[in-house]
T-cell receptor
Framework: GESVGLHLPTLSVQEGDNSIINCAYS??????FIWYKQESGKGPQFIID?????DKRQGQRVTVLLNKTVKHLSLQIAATQPGDSAVYFC??????????FGAGTTVTVRA | DAGVIQSPRHEVTEMGQEVTLRCKPI?????LFWYRQTMMRGLELLIY????????DSGMPEDRFSAKMPNASFSTLKIQPSEPRDSAVYFC????????????FGSGTRLTVV
């Protein structure tokens, strides 16, 4: 399954499939990008980050891709599990330690 | 570590009353952030502190909102007088310089103003 972030804020994916969550960021001067996961009733939780001098970074079952040319960020989740159901936010560093968050994409995993 | 601790978890108050939200950051963290989350506006940064000093309060909606950080282990966000449009989930987050930009968020305070 694939979303286009702000224009399609929900994503339904079959358990076991790969998920792709997209995000368009606004500031070409941002040097740091982060993905957060927020489960119902909880605060956002850090997933993975990437610096602007990188194109790709991998974590456990997650990969973040950065395309600075079109100011686009994506989060790929491999073998999506029911526990991956949540709202996913991208965030960009504005200055100092100040982050600006995107609107979020709701991911629902179908059994 | 117990993480970022916020209290209360839920607060229901009447319009015009004073509301105080509390936050204990992770020990050793020198940045503290207050965010507000609503369906309409998403996650908005209200104010952040570095070494207990307010650095940027440009997100504070109006004079009814104030925040303090009297020491490294405690911060408050006060709304006086509260209004129904202040109803939201308020999050506190902290991080440490050199640790990166991955904040640790608290569980939030759900505020309802009736």
């Amino acid at each position: 399954g694939e979303s286009v972030g702000l224009h399609l804020p929900t994503l339904s994916v079959q358990e076991g499939d790969n998920s792709i969550i997209n995000c368009a960021y606004s500031n070409s001067a941002s040097d740091y990008f982060i993905w957060y996961k927020q489960e119902s009733g909880k605060g956002p939780q850090f997933i993975i980050d990437i610096r602007s001098n990188m194109d790709k970074r991998q974590g456990q079952r997650v990969t973040v891709l950065l395309n600075k040319t079109v100011k686009h960020l994506s989060l790929q989740i491999a073998a999506t599990q029911p526990g991956d159901s949540a709202v996913y936010f991208c965030a960009e560093n504005m200055n100092d330690y100040k982050l600006s968050f995107g609107a979020g994409t709701t991911v629902t995993v179908r059994a | 570590d117990a993480g970022v601790i916020q209290s209360p978890r839920h607060e229901v108050t009447e319009m015009g009353q004073e509301v105080t939200l509390r936050c204990k950051p992770i020990s050793g963290h020198d940045y503290l952030f207050w965010y507000r989350q609503t369906m309409m506006r998403g996650l908005e940064l209200l104010i952040y502190f570095n070494n207990n000093v307010p650095i940027d309060d440009s997100g504070m909606p109006e004079d009814r909102f104030s925040a303090k950080m009297p020491n490294a282990s405690f911060s408050t966000l006060k709304i006086q007088p509260s209004e129904p449009r202040d109803s939201a989930v308020y999050f506190c987050a902290s991080t440490r310089r050199g640790q990166g930009y991955g904040y640790t968020f608290g569980s939030g305070t759900r505020l309802t103003v009736v």
